[in-house]
């Protein structure tokens, strides 16, 4: 059984980085044909697919995101990191990480519970 948990700060203030962890158990990140993946749901919005990162190490980003997104692994602590820059109010949502075959869409096997973040001075 893969499971996911999200970490990282609850708040954070606009125009600084965004960062958060997933670390995932009984599953390695770094074998398989998987997505490692970021998605997002802003309080009344759907679910935003935001970016994933390939068992493979390969990275892909949501178009809108691009110019502020990042997302790294360290296959040593089996955890993969999502960074995102110029936070506005707008990124207010619920992160969420999860594993997909799939790559751009909120279909996957297994997802984290999701952590609270909200933009705010």
């Known amino acids: 059984q893969v499971q996911l948990q999200e970490s990282g700060p609850g708040l954070v203030k606009p125009s600084q980085t965004l960062s958060l962890s997933c670390t995932v158990s009984?599953?390695?990140?770094?074998?398989?044909?998987?997505?490692w993946t970021w998605i997002r749901q802003p309080p009344g919005k759907e679910l935003e697919w935001m970016g994933a990162?390939?068992?493979?190490?390969?990275?892909y980003y949501s178009p809108s995101l691009k110019s502020r997104i990042s997302i790294s692994r360290d296959t040593s602590k089996n955890h993969f990191t999502l960074r995102l820059s110029s936070v506005d109010l707008e990124d207010t949502a619920v992160y969420y990480c999860?594993?997909?075959?799939?790559?751009?869409?909120?279909?996957?096997?297994?997802r984290g519970q999701g952590t609270q973040v909200t933009v705010s001075s």
């Open positions: 990162i390939h068992s493979s190490g390969s990275t």
């Open positions: 009984g599953g390695s990140i770094a074998t398989g044909y998987y997505y």
């Open positions: 999860a594993r997909s075959i799939y790559l751009g869409t909120n279909d996957y096997d297994y």
